[in-house]
């Protein structure tokens, strides 16, 4: 969905949003319906959420909070193995991210994106509240457990 704006070769020697630490967990995506049928067929292993959203399970082999798993679809030579088109809409836009602030909708930024520059970034915004704009919002409303608190990772580029 960004293609036009990052690169793969961007994403293929960073692949920072595809792996979490414990405490960012909570990032891995909310994932479709049609997708986890998809994905449970290929044996895929996921996990039900508190919040009744399911997302990838990430194997952690020790309590330290500094242990960082990768997502279960991602291979360290070529990035996700999934194909775009089937990716989860989080790991699409990524990195925006559909959040809420005092129940207003708002879409997110990650600052540390290391493809982010003046360029991208100015590209980025411009894209994310014009011609993205009407796809998030309505993907908001179908899909309210893709929507997250804001957290100060995040930096508001549009607030509903
Ligand atoms: S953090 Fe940015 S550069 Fe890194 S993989 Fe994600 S979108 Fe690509
Ligand atoms: S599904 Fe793909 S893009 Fe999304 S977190 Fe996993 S490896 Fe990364």
Redesign the pocket.
């Known amino acids: 969905m960004l293609t036009d704006i990052f690169t793969p070769a961007d994403c293929a020697a960073c692949k920072l949003?595809?792996n979490f630490h414990k405490s960012s967990a909570w990032e891995?995506?909310a994932l479709e319906k049609e997708l986890i049928y998809l994905l449970q067929e290929e044996g895929v292993p996921l996990e039900k959420r508190e919040d009744g959203s399911t997302s990838?399970y990430l194997h952690f082999c020790n309590n330290s909070e500094n242990e960082v798993a990768d997502?279960p679809?991602?291979n360290s030579e070529i990035g996700?193995t999934?194909p775009r088109e089937l990716?989860?809409f989080e790991?699409r836009i990524w990195p925006l991210r559909l959040m809420k602030q005092s129940s207003h909708l708002v879409i997110g930024l990650y600052k540390n994106c290391p493809a982010l520059n003046d360029e991208t970034l100015q590209r980025l915004v411009h894209y994310a509240t014009t011609e993205l704009l009407p796809t998030l919002k309505n993907y908001a409303e179908q899909h309210p457990l893709s929507v997250r608190e804001m957290n100060s990772a995040y930096t508001i580029i549009w607030r509903g």
């Open positions: 949003c595809c891995t995506p990838f997502c679809m991602l996700c999934l990716r989860p790991c």
